[in-house]
């Protein structure tokens, strides 16, 4: 009765289909870096949720923080009388946020709110319509960010018609044949042929795209926005929603380019596994909406800020941003040694953005191979393996582990997924 395929059965008929899962894994309970299921069967976690449980499951002073706030109160809402961990988190944020422009913050719930009050707050800001997104990019189900989401299977198939005035440049992935200069040359002929910068809000970019292939942008398109947006008075926001909380090695990914973003998202990572979003950018430009025009119920939930102050001290206390380099020198390493010994079917690599890494299966003949891809994910999943794949083409492994995970279990984990590759391909 309590097997994984009972409650599959049951949530088959239960739930939305459009609502998937990727594995028939129905958890326990999970701990660190490892997980449960129903079954007892016990999985090495180098998915966190998507990005999210980057101090790993329960951290102890993460259950600490939620469970003393939990003592004195679980929801006022935030607009109607706010409370300390909210301000105080702010204020870290604030900080913490790369460039020297004074920064203010508000808070959502989830990752797609957050960019769709960028978008808000940006119009607001500069009183235009347009919003620039690339190729690739993935910023959210809401219909918004379904428009700037740049990948049509499964997320926009049947959803539209989506909002106006949303653009969309070439995303620059030299592995795939588009340069940094064919990238340039697509914005430059989208004001030409689409939006007038001068119309323009808001370019928004992910620092590394997360579900379109773990591609970081290189520094030099990153600056050319930077300049672009400066020269037209264009909001530059930057989606780190995926990127944030040293999952790449810095505190936020779009300090490997050296510019300072006008308006950043963050989720996922922020509050370690409790739903917490928001937005944190240049004061003059969070400020344009008028009151009441930003927030909801939820907005900067008692829980989520309580667990996100934990989460910032545990990333600092336990040097977790060092920690995710550490852990992305380990893959390169062996999925280096793996790409070796199967030149033709392992890709690219990379690993150059911390503990958000990614390995690309091919065919013999050079072209993406997504059904590689499928077979080892399933194989992975049933060797006590939970892993995640991405791209545009459906042929990204990517590995986003808990920046605690220890080095015995990371080494597991890979081998766990080197036999299970070994395993496939005979
Ligand atoms: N932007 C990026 C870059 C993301 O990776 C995600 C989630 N994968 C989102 C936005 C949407 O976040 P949420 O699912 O919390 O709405």
Redesign the pocket.
Known sequence: EYTNAAWQTRKNAAMARGEGNIAQVFVDRALGSEVWDVEGNRYIDFGTG??VCNTGHLHPKVHAAVTAQLERFSHTCVMVTPYDSAVELAEQLNVLTPGPSPKKTMFVT??????ENCIKIARAHTGRRGVIAFDGG????TLM?LGLTGKTAPYKTKFGPFPGDIYRGQFPVPYHGVSVDDAKRSLAMLFKTDVDPSDCAAIII?PVQ??GGFYPVPDEFMQHLREVCDAHGIVLVL?E???GFGRTGKFFASEYSGIEPDLM?F??GVAGGFPL?GVTGKAEIMDAPAPGGLGGTYAGSPIGCAAALAVIDVIKSEKLVERSKEIGAIFKKRLTALQERHPSLVGDIRAERGAMVALELMNEDGSPNPVLTKTLLEECYRNGLIVLTCGMYGNVFRFLPALTMSDEILTEGLDLFEASFEKVIQ
């Open positions: 998507i990005a989830t990752g797609a709110e957050a960019v993935y910023h959210g189900r960010t992910e997360g579900e989606d929603i995926q990127t998202t989720a996922k979003a």
